[in-house]
């Protein structure tokens, strides 16, 4: 069992809960600055319990959603129940070459044990031309961590950023826990896993938080909490 399927009752409570997260703030950023305008058919890839796919409905995408978790997918498909949401492997989806020519990967492609194949799988299954749009957490930010909550708190590198480092940690706030866990990747390995799969990056963003929840979120102003990344499949 892989561990969003053991967290996924954790995680609907935390996605949807109104403005809890950060995604509430960064996703409008995100959707008009680095994916295109709708076209034929968008691939959501690790959809999770669906909020990107209803965000990507919203917006006039024709999407298909896939993930690992059969607990996630019953949950995205009770919200929009006439949005087709597949349980499959990023590594193996189950679609034809060329079926899509957008592919959206938010939060989710780091989470992948074999980010290599990953992008590989997604590459296959888009369109000359069609374009690959990433949300992740940034490396850097994944590499330290703040020392105090503190706006002007000194931001502290303790793990070696070049290497592929194992992450685990649990969350709670407000009544709610989550437990995140997956690879940490410095940057040059999201750069390699594209340019070996026929992506051209087209657009990096390291975007500052464009809302503060609490005061301190004000360090997200200093250090990136995110990296967005556009590549199109060139060949």
């Known amino acids: 069992m892989s561990i969003w399927e053991r967290e996924a009752e954790n995680w609907v409570r935390w996605a949807r809960t109104p403005d809890f997260d950060a995604y509430w703030r960064y996703r409008d950023a995100f959707f008009d600055e680095v994916v295109p305008s709708p076209g034929r058919r ?8 669906g909020r990107v796919s209803r965000d990507l409905a919203a917006r006039g995408h024709h999407a298909v959603s896939v993930d690992l978790s059969p607990t996630m997918i019953r949950y995205a498909s009770a919200a929009d129940p006439n949005h087709p949401y597949v349980v499959a492997d990023a590594m193996a989806l189950p679609f034809a070459d060329s079926t899509f020519d957008l592919a959206v990967a938010y939060n989710s492609i780091q989470n992948i044990l074999d980010l290599d ?11 000359q031309g069609g374009h690959l749009c990433i949300c992740t957490t940034h490396p850097m930010a994944d590499a330290g961590r703040f020392e105090s909550t503190e706006p002007d708190a000194a931001f502290v590198i303790n793990t070696p950023y070049l290497e592929t480092r194992w992450l685990d940690e649990t969350f709670e706030r407000d009544g709610l826990t989550m437990r ?3 690879p940490a990747l410095p940057l040059q390995r999201f750069a390699h896993a594209l340019y070996s799969s026929g992506f051209l990056i087209e657009l990096i963003q390291e975007p500052r938080m464009p809302r503060r929840r609490d005061a301190s979120d004000e360090r997200w102003e200093r250090i990136p909490m995110f990296m967005f990344l556009r590549a199109v499949k060139s060949g």
């Open 180 to 182: 995140f866990t997956g």
């Open 42 to 49: 968008t691939i959501d890839v690790g959809c999770g319990e």
């Open 117 to 127: 194949r990953a992008v590989r799988e997604t590459s296959r299954v888009l369109v």
